[in-house]
Nanobody, 125 residues
Framework: VQLQASGGGLVQAGGSLRLSCAASGRTFSNYYMAWFRQATRKEREFVASINWSGSGRAYSDDSMKGRFTISANNAKNTVYLQMDNLKPEDTAVYYC??????????????????WGKGTLVTVSS
């Protein structure tokens, strides 16, 4: 079982990045997919989640909902996080995750079944 996240990098404030998470090694159709992030010296926090049909989505708060968009491509077993208008406070390691419920809060960290290794996003001011 593997969740491979990619797409992180260095971007200036106001810029955009698209993260990808490729799922492999088993059938993830019964799982919900999510993105979490963890900044230096902070707890891991929820960003967004989705089911593979795309009918269910959740975002951490209105700020992220307006700037971040989560999507899923069943055919490619890949989940994306489009991040626009990035801010320095978005700097963090972003982790892809899979669970048997739709995560929607920071406390759902404990219920995640699979984690990817993370991809670093750095937003400069």
């Amino acid at each position: 079982v593997q969740l491979q996240a990619s797409g992180g990098g260095l971007v200036q404030a106001g810029g955009s990045l698209r993260l990808s998470c490729a799922a492999s090694g088993r059938t993830f159709s019964n799982y919900y997919m999510a993105w979490f992030r963890q900044a230096t010296r902070k707890e891991r926090e929820f960003v967004a989640s989705i089911n593979w049909s795309g009918s269910g989505r959740a975002y951490s708060d209105d700020s992220m909902k307006g700037r971040f968009t989560i999507s899923a491509n069943n055919a490619k077993n890949t989940v994306y996080l489009q991040m626009d208008n990035l801010k320095p406070e978005d700097t963090a390691v972003y982790y892809c995750a899979a669970s048997q419920f739709l995560p929607y809060s920071d406390s759902d960290v404990g219920g995640i079944e699979y984690w990817g290794k993370g991809t670093l996003v750095t937003v400069s001011s």
